[in-house]
């Protein structure tokens, strides 16, 4: 046999190399993705304290709900009879 790698195997390098070359590509691809959601993540946006030291919530107290605040809700009981269909077929 000769020394020269046959074409079949010349194609099966160039193929393995493409392989790599995808593989190395898309893991960057998902990196930078994953990085990009992550920096623009809502919970993450950084707060700014005024001079005066409070910051939405009484001074010196830390908020356990991330800021949130969904005010005092209430549940009313319903005020009259619920409407009901039935049929028999």
């Known amino acids: 046999m000769s020394g020269a790698p046959s074409r079949i195997e010349e194609a099966r390098r160039r193929a393995l190399g493409a392989k790599q070359a995808a593989v190395a590509l898309a893991a960057a691809g ?42 005092s809700g209430s549940v009313a009981p319903s005020t009259g009879t619920p409407q009901t269909q039935s049929s028999v077929s």
């Open 30 to 71: 998902f990196l930078a993705v994953l990085l990009l959601a992550r920096g623009s993540h809502p919970g993450q946006a950084s707060t700014s304290s005024s001079s005066s030291g409070s910051s939405g919530t009484q001074a010196g107290q830390e908020s356990s709900d991330g800021g949130f605040d969904f005010g």
